[in-house]
């Protein structure tokens, strides 16, 4: 099972992007596909995409297309979000999450602890 | 895309008693389907899947039913680490995989 580690808190502002990134370790990174879940504040669980690193090729949400960018770097393990645009309900925690070894979209075995991303002016 | 149900909104249970949660499909997902549990401010922790495949770790008092698009997690004989809320997410039909508004398992 893989094990993932995101970036801290981040605050910014409308307008402008978050970059947030997913560090694996415990098992052959590319063999997973990273998927990027969103939770707003006292909200439920939202799917904005996934990368299958050893391609690689994304998938993403209709609602984020042309605002998000999904991508890794296998060298260092790590996987990234950078969101564009930002809004105020963007405001949300970010999460990376993977299924299992070889798998695609699908279910989520292992998540980051989460990036708590604030939107403000 | 697929929209995720999921009944009742807040489940008020005691201890040691047996909460079934139920889930439904807009259209169906064989049995493709994910439940997790997520406490407050940790992420989500995955239950089942497949329907019905208890997941690593996970106690055999979780146990999921269904296929289609009618779903049910059961959990026996609830325990004090259980208070959660239970998400239900379909992987049949994406993009987008989507996931279920979740019910809270709150103390009775």
């Known amino acids: 099972q893989v094990q993932l580690v995101q970036s801290g808190a981040e605050v910014k502002k409308p307008g402008s992007s978050v970059k947030v990134s997913c560090t694996a370790s415990?098992?052959?990174?590319?063999?997973?596909?990273v998927t990027w879940v969103r939770q707003a504040p006292g909200q439920g669980l939202e799917w904005m995409g996934g990368i299958i690193p050893k391609f690689p090729t994304t998938t993403y949400a209709q609602k984020f297309q042309g605002r998000v960018t999904l991508f890794t770097d296998e060298s260092t393990r790590t996987a990234y979000m950078d969101l564009r645009s930002l809004r105020s309900d963007d405001a949300a925690v970010y999460y990376c999450?993977?299924?299992?070894?070889?798998?695609?979209?699908?279910?989520?075995?292992?998540w980051g602890q989460g990036t708590l991303v604030t939107v403000s002016s | 895309e697929i929209v995720m149900t999921q009944s009742p909104a807040t489940l008020s249970v005691s201890p040691g008693e047996t909460p079934t949660l139920s889930c439904r499909a807009s259209q169906s997902v064989s049995s493709n389907l994910a439940w997790y549990q997520q406490k407050p401010g940790q992420a989500p922790r995955l239950l089942i899947y497949?329907?019905?495949t208890r997941a690593i770790g996970i106690p055999a008092r979780f146990s999921g039913s269904g296929s289609g698009t009618e779903f049910t997690l059961t959990i026996s004989s609830l325990q004090s680490e259980d208070f959660a809320v239970y998400y239900c997410?379909?992987?049949?039909?994406?993009?987008?995989?989507?996931f279920g508004g979740g019910t809270k398992v709150e103390i009775k």
């Open positions: 997410q379909q992987y049949n039909n994406w993009p987008p995989l989507t």
């Open positions: 497949g329907a019905s």
């Open positions: 415990g098992a052959t990174f590319n063999n997973y596909t």
């Open positions: 999450a993977t299924g299992l070894a070889g798998g695609g979209y699908d279910f989520f075995e292992s």
